[in-house]
């Protein structure tokens, strides 16, 4: 479709413009005539005709090249002294072409012929100037702007010969001249015109000047100047400042020049508009160029009908095409053939309807690999609304599905043994837990643990501990029914639900398999070792009927499967609810938050009395606990609750930095040094870093070597005398005492005391007690007689009165600790009363 051009854009043609009503005479039509036949018609040239055709043009600028001073001149046939050949152009020319030829010339009159030559009319400067409408002067807005200046004002007393020399040569249309007593008046190329036309002799200049003089303020308008060039048929105006000094001359030339000057600033203006666009669109069009070839998305733009035309180099990169194998092909050579006709329908469809098309599709590379990709595609339209070309944005995301689906595996399954996590675990349950209200049928949830695995953890390592879980997972997935789940918490805790259980037997039958798959030895690396696990079982409907308590009641039927032997399993009982009452909980809470904080936590001393001096020898440090709501708690209450819920190493380790920086502190006041004992528990003895922690302590606080001593109990080393003593002996080796506690209420196995290097036994507080009795005597006799033997020192705990204390001096007993002497104190207290 050819273009168009509205009304407004259209130009200005000369046709518009031009004057029909021509003047015109005959090659021998005399000069004086000629300017007589102007000067009444009021007609600024005047066509030399031969026939239909113009051979010349005689204007008013003319008459200035007479020789007036010789009136024989005047009469001369006018084409002696005409314009040969005026300028001629077609009706359809622009004005703006018009008006460049003007300037190009230096002439102000044009003939305007018709397709086949003929005269049609002709227009002057005066018409462009008047006829070309107001939008120039609105442009250039005031006349200073204009305006000739400065003006020179001529003596009126010259002879007209001087002053149209005087005009050809500084090529002016008008000049103005002081016609005496302060009077002005303006002489113009009519004026001279008319000078002719009468035949008069030669007379001063200011006799044919103008007057009065015509002007207007420098400050007016462009628009009030046209409105008297048209009202008063005028074509010069002085141009006067406030106090009436002409400061210029306004005529059609200088406007013309004006909107010509004006027309070029701004053709300069838009070309440089027009230089700094192309600048702009070649740089953003490189930018463009860069960006896509920078693009870590594969680009492609087919044609119309889904031909390729171009592709960036990470398509290439991706699927492994270069330009010149795709070139004029369709995007069909990368289908992977997994979507049918139907799905890329519904795609054209799509796109033909909204422009565009958005979703994940399968393709395959050159090598023959799928791949997923993210694909957009956007239709490109011309100004018809014609869809030209249409491009393509895609990436790979395989990848990023498959890691999707890896965090997706990661939210719900273990990563060590790929069983089920708790959250999956959970989900199942509540799900089995409806299906079974709905089929009136049981369930069962098992807690398993693993006996003694962080002993294993220790002497061989994590990695061999984790190839051990693997293995466990593996046997007892084997062990458990089809329909059965297993799921793992973390560490070496277990859980396996058991839905449609139709008696509590078949419970009993899958505890028993879980149990002996474990039962078996296992090998991991060049080591055979066996292990154990406790087993609690809960019940739906029951023991509970929500998932939470299901699982808490088979952890508190594991722990008394625990206690009572290890390596089996317990059904959970109402006497058990102790362990999982909301107090209980409570306590874990808020245990959990003071030891974050460490608030309410006070360490006791009790002293260590020389039996045979009576003197201070040490102190056991003791762990007090204060709750601001639940009151002061035993030892005896939060103790358990810290082991179960793993925060004895915290609790140990922050007993073990107030007893150091108390001793550096009564030294520092200049204090008895003494020694301190700690009471281990299990999981901070066989925590890998106790020695450095021990070591860190002594150093950081410039503590006396063995200053703390620490306190184990028999409970702790169970059969890993070998392990134990290994610890044992780092601890004696920086100096550090290391009693056995509590010795005769456990295995009481002699081969402790044979293996192991401790230097002191504590004997039970129940045997103090029962001194007096024979059995207790026989007991506190056999253990002293062979701690003396074995060169290990002797300490009774628990003594309360005078006639315990008697009755012990008949055994070789070191020291004596109990409530005889003196309670736990908090430090400064036992400062106060025992190292002063």
Known sequence: MPQTTSPETEPLRVSAIMQTGLLTCMPETPVVEAAARMTERRFSAILVLEGQCAVGIWTERDSLRLALEHPEEIELPIHRVMTPVPLQVAEDCPVAEVSDA?????????????????????????????????????????????????????????????????????????????????????????????????????LPVCELASRPLRSLP???????????????????????????????????????????????????????????????????????????????????????????????????????????????????????????????????????ERGSWRGEIWNRRKSGQLYLELLTITAIYDEHGQATHYAALFSDITHIRENEEKVRRLAYYDPLTQLPNRRLLEDRLSLAIRHSHRQRKRLAVVFVDLDHFKQINDSMGHAAGDALLVEVAKRMQDALREDDTLARLGGDEFIVLLPELGEIEAARQVAERLID?????????????????????????????SVELLIQYADAAMYRAKQEGRNTYRFFHRQQLQWCEPAQLTLESALRDTADSGEGLAVHYQPLINRDSGELEGAEALLRWHHPVLGDISPGQFIPVAERSGLMIVLGDWVMEQAARQLAAWRDEGRQAIRVAINLSGRQ????????????????????????????????????????????????????????????????????????????????????????????????????????????????????????????????????????????????????????
């Open 218 to 352: 420098v400050e007016a308008r462009l628009i009030d100047a046209r409105h008297q060039f048209i009202d008063q048929r005028l074509r010069h105006l002085a141009v006067v400042d406030a106090a009436g000094e002409v400061v210029g001359l306004l005529g059609f030339r200088d406007i013309l020049d004006g909107v010509e000057g004006d027309y070029a600033v701004r053709l300069r203006e838009v070309l440089q508009e027009r230089d700094h666009a192309l600048e702009r669109s070649r740089l953003t069009l490189q930018l463009a160029e860069r960006v896509i070839d920078a693009s870590l998305q594969s680009i492609m733009i087919t044609d119309a009908r889904g031909r390729i035309d171009f592709i960036n180099p990470a398509f290439t990169h991706l699927t492994g095409y270069t330009l010149d194998e795709v070139s004029g092909r369709t995007p069909a050579l990368l289908s992977s053939g997994r979507h049918d006709a139907a799905f890329y329908a519904e795609m054209w469809h799509t796109l033909q």
């Open 102 to 202: 003007f300037k190009a010339h230096g002439i102000r009159h044009a003939v305007i012929v018709d397709g086949e030559g003929k005269v049609r009319g002709i227009v002057s400067q005066t018409d462009l100037a008047l006829k070309q409408g107001i939008e120039p002067y609105l442009r250039l807005r005031e006349v200073r702007r204009v305006m000739r200046s400065p003006v020179e004002i001529l003596d009126g007393q010259r002879t007209l010969q001087e002053i149209a020399g005087h005009m050809l040569e500084q090529r002016l249309d008008a000049v103005i001249v002081d016609c005496g007593q302060g009077e002005l008046g303006i002489l113009t190329e009519r004026d001279v015109l008319r000078y002719v036309a009468r035949h008069r002799r030669d």
């Open 517 to 545: 798959s474990i039962s078996t030895s296992f090998r991991v690396g060049e080591h055979d070792f066996r292990i154990g696990c406790s087993l609690g079982i809960s019940l739906y409907p029951d023991d509970a009927d």
């Open 685 to 836: 003895f066989w925590d890998r870093a106790l020695i450095d922690k021990v070591r860190d302590c002594h150093r950081r606080y410039a503590l006396m070597p063995g200053q703390l001593g620490f306190e184990i109990t028999e409970s702790v080393l169970l059969d890993q005398q070998q392990p134990a003593a290994a610890i044992i002996q780092a601890l004696r080796d920086m100096g550090c005492r290391v009693a056995l506690d509590d010795f005769g209420t456990g295995y009481s196995s002699l081969g402790y005391l044979h293996e192991l290097p401790v230097s002191t036994i504590k004997i039970d507080q129940r045997f103090i007690q029962g001194l007096g009795n024979r059995r207790s005597n026989a007991i506190v006799a056999a253990v002293t007689g062979l701690a003396r033997e074995l060169d290990m020192r002797v300490v009774a705990e628990g003594v309360e009165t005078d006639q315990q204390l008697q009755a012990l001096a008949r055994y070789p007993i070191d020291l004596v600790q109990g409530f005889l002497f003196d309670t736990p104190l908090l430090a400064d207290a036992f400062a106060e009363r025992w190292l002063t």
